[in-house]
């Protein structure tokens, strides 16, 4: 079949759901993905033709779009922080706001971890790692840092891993609990960390009609969602575990609700930690938070 007619078909099923130019971005990512094409080619060769192989996955592609799966879940894979990841249905899809922190604290940190060194400068544990993007961008990028990234869900940590590998650093991953104190005093026999940070779940359920249905049908809850009664529950899990794991001084980041920023501001002065700082995400929204113990 001639490439740009299967472009049409895109076009003509998938337009009035996301419209024209996003359908070119997902035709371009996907004939580049499984054909190894870039957009180019069907601006130079209109009338490209592929053969009845290179066709299925176009097509099951399709179907899976118009059922509103990510397209990062179609493929497997995604980018973050210019950096490679696996991803599936068992790791939240990284976001960009994601990005803003793990920059926020590469720049705060980067100085820190250039200092030579036989021991590592620099531990840092990352709490609810999922696909473990914040983990290993913050290995990529700080030197002389010893990483550790943990998480209750099994198979995130298998991506995780592998996303590990996939990016040659090295990360050490933890199952287990944060709402479970019992289990992370176990977690904290051998550590003691200069950074802690966490994106944790804090969408509450009466926030549930602002997210986009793809979202809400592809992504996991356990990743994404807490009860409206107690939605501060991990960042006060994580305080709490930050007062026993956290070294005198050390930094606490958290990505965090935009609704919620006062409410955290008064939860880190409530433990304890100095120095407070809010930051707004590029879109104006407050989305994260930082305290020294
Ligand atoms: C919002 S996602 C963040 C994933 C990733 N860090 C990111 O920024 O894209 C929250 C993560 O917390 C994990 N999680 C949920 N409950 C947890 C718990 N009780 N203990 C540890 N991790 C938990 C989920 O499996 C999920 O990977």
Redesign the pocket.
């Known amino acids: 079949m001639i490439l740009k007619d299967i472009r049409n078909i895109y076009h003509s099923e998938l337009d009035a759901l996301f419209g024209k130019e996003e359908v070119d971005s997902f035709f371009n990512v996907l004939i580049e993905h499984y054909l190894n094409l870039k957009r180019i080619h069907l601006v130079l060769d209109p009338q490209y033709m592929i053969t009845k192989e290179e066709e299925q996955p176009l097509f099951e592609a399709l179907t899976h779009l118009k059922s509103q799966k990510p397209i990062q879940y179609i493929l497997g894979e995604t980018e973050?922080y210019g950096l490679p990841f696996k991803v599936n249905e068992?790791?939240?899809?990284?976001?960009p706001e994601?990005e803003e922190?793990v920059d926020w604290i590469i720049n705060c940190h980067t100085e820190r971890s250039q200092i030579v060194s036989k021991e590592p400068q620099t531990k840092i544990l990352?709490?609810?790692?999922?696909?473990?993007?914040?983990?290993i961008s913050l290995a990529k990028h700080l030197l002389n840092t010893k990483v550790s990234a943990?998480?209750?869900?099994e198979e995130?940590l298998v991506i995780a891993q592998q996303n590990a590998e996939l990016n040659v650093v090295n990360v050490e991953f933890i199952h287990?609990?944060?709402?479970?104190s019992r289990q992370t005093e176990l977690v904290s026999v051998f550590h003691k960390y200069d950074v802690i940070v966490?994106?944790?779940?804090?969408v509450r359920n009466l926030e549930k009609a602002e997210i986009q249905p793809n979202v809400l049908d592809n992504e996991?809850h356990?990743?994404?969602f807490v009860d409206d009664e107690n939605p501060l529950q991990?960042y006060k899990?994580i305080c709490e575990f930050a007062q026993i794991n956290l070294k005198a001084n050390g930094m606490l980041y958290f990505?965090i609700n935009e609704y919620l920023g006062a409410e955290m501001i008064a939860l880190l002065e409530g433990y304890g930690f100095k120095n407070i700082e809010l930051k707004k995400d590029l879109y104006g929204k407050d989305r994260m938070v930082k305290g020294v113990k």
């Not at 966490?198 to 804090?202: D, K, Q």
């Open positions: 973050f068992h790791t939240l899809i990284p976001r994601t922190l990352d709490i609810g790692t999922g696909t473990g993007c914040i983990a943990l998480d209750v869900s995130a287990d609990d944060i709402l479970n966490s994106n944790p779940p804090y996991p356990l990743a994404l991990f899990a990505e």
